[in-house]
């Protein structure tokens, strides 16, 4: 039986025009392109993951983005006045509560979230010293790339800011929203669907990645990159771990030797930093020996 009869009581223009009218509103008639139903269906994740990858990669070149600087730290690390009024409102709450095991140890998390504050600072320097050294003269060289989101990747990014330099965020898309922060360059602040394809272009313009005190989301794209490098998967990049306090307490890198699951010169994969000039320098003299491998302008 047809889809589309001819209405009762019409007269053959009228049947036409009412079977063209259902033609046209069928989804099977909208262009591929144009048709979000089916490009979000799963047989079409191929095609979304090509669409992922190749549109950030297509207005980076436009943008003129030659190589990246990956930032990566937590989202929890905030500004010192912020961190404070979050102490000052955790001791309250415990004060009205002493005995609460749970506001005893909103205190404590909230004291090492002030401790951090520094970190903020000091990744909000580095976009600056970054970027007012290597964006000179439109050229788009070692560009600030961070996740998008807020703390350390805010810092970053409003470092870049700050001096008036593009920057890119990699947002991604959670469960929960994920606003961008707002010093990212707008032409330059991508949305993914799929972490996977984001990894890609965290790395694929890297020059160098600097890893601040985060979560799992820091740990896991720091061990993404280490073992790209260990196993020569890419070309090697100066890995620095922004804060030797923090690291060496949260991961026993030395026990990874001894336990005989990485090579003793594995270890040589990773340095340290204390500050934003320190890790700039680590970088500038990763790539003063190495030919073809220049800063810009020949910092």
């Known amino acids: 039986m047809s889809e ?38 799963k047989e079409l994740r191929p095609v979304r993951l090509q669409l992922e990858l190749l549109k950030p990669e297509i207005i980076q070149q436009e943008q003129g983005v030659r190589s990246t600087v990956v930032v990566f730290g937590g989202t929890r690390v905030i500004e010192k006045a912020d961190a404070e009024a979050r102490l000052d409102a955790a001791k309250r709450a415990l004060e009205a509560s002493p005995d609460d095991d749970d506001a005893q140890r909103a205190v404590r998390i909230a004291e090492n979230v002030l401790k951090k504050a520094y970190y903020y600072d000091e990744a ?51 469960p929960f929203e994920q606003e961008p922060n707002s010093y990212i360059t707008p032409s330059l602040c991508f949305e993914f669907k799929y972490f996977a394809i984001r ?15 985060g979560g799992f989301g820091t740990m896991d794209e720091l061990f993404e990159a280490l073992t790209l490098i260990q196993t020569q998967r890419m070309q090697p990049i100066p890995v620095i771990l922004f804060g030797r306090d923090y690291w060496s307490r949260l991961v026993n890198w030395d026990l990874f030797v001894e336990e005989g699951t990485i090579s003793p010169e594995d270890l040589a994969l990773i340095s340290y930093a204390e500050t934003a000039q320190e890790c700039w320098q680590q970088i500038k003299d990763f790539y003063k020996d190495r030919a073809g491998e220049t800063l810009p302008r020949g910092q």
């Open 199 to 213: 990894k890609m272009h965290f790395l694929m313009r890297a020059k160098a990645m600097v890893a601040f005190p």
């Open 124 to 174: 909000r320097e580095f976009g600056r010293i970054v970027s007012g050294s290597c964006q000179i003269d439109d050229t788009c060289d070692y560009v600030i790339c961070t996740g998008g989101g807020p703390g350390i990747m805010e810092a970053a990014n409003r470092g870049a800011f700050d001096v008036g330099a593009k920057s890119i965020g990699l947002n991604i898309t959670l």
């Open 4 to 41: 589309t009869p001819n209405p009762p009581s019409q007269n053959d223009e009228q049947a036409h025009s009412y079977r063209i009218a259902a033609i046209r509103q069928s989804t099977s008639y909208r262009q591929a392109h144009t048709d979000a139903d089916f490009l979000t269906r």
